[in-house]
């Protein structure tokens, strides 16, 4: 008879984690519904400040949005939005990472460490944006906040 874990202490233990990342990244794809969606909030709407080049996920739900006036305290209008998106934070950083330098954006610093993932870019008519990354819920969220050049 076959024995469904190999001999080896270390096989044995590989194959229980690999058996339970799977039936949890089944599970979790299945039963995603992020907390805002559960509740029944409607997704918002992008602000007319917010830069349209900029790339966002294909399946995007947005949660929240800004938009501020330039002032005595921020020369620079401002927007900012949050907004949930599909996958891994590893796999919303490749999107970024790829789709801002085609969207016409220069990365100047970029940070990728367990729990922090994000990026500061700028363009012409960026003085700077971030985009932080994190995991929430079952997806991923997305910080976008930028400081319009006048």
Request: with cysteine.
């Amino acid at each position: 008879m076959q024995q469904l874990f190999p001999s080896h202490p270390l096989r044995a233990l590989a194959m229980m984690l690999w058996l339970a990342s799977g039936i949890s990244s089944s599970v979790a794809a299945e039963d995603c519904t992020p907390e805002q969606v559960e509740n029944g909030m409607a997704a918002v709407t992008l602000p007319a400040e917010f830069p349209a080049a900029i790339p966002l996920p294909a399946d995007y739900f947005l949660m929240n949005a800004m938009a501020e006036p330039a002032s005595e305290w921020n020369p620079y209008p401002a927007a900012m939005v949050e907004l949930l998106a599909s996958g891994s934070p590893e796999q919303v950083f490749a999107f970024y990472e790829t789709a801002l330098p085609k969207a016409g954006y220069r990365i100047v610093m970029w940070e990728k460490d367990v729990g922090a993932m994000g990026f500061r870019f700028r363009s012409d008519d960026i003085d700077q944006g971030t985009i932080s990354i994190n995991s929430y819920d079952c997806r991923v969220a997305v910080m976008i906040s930028v400081s319009l050049l006048p």
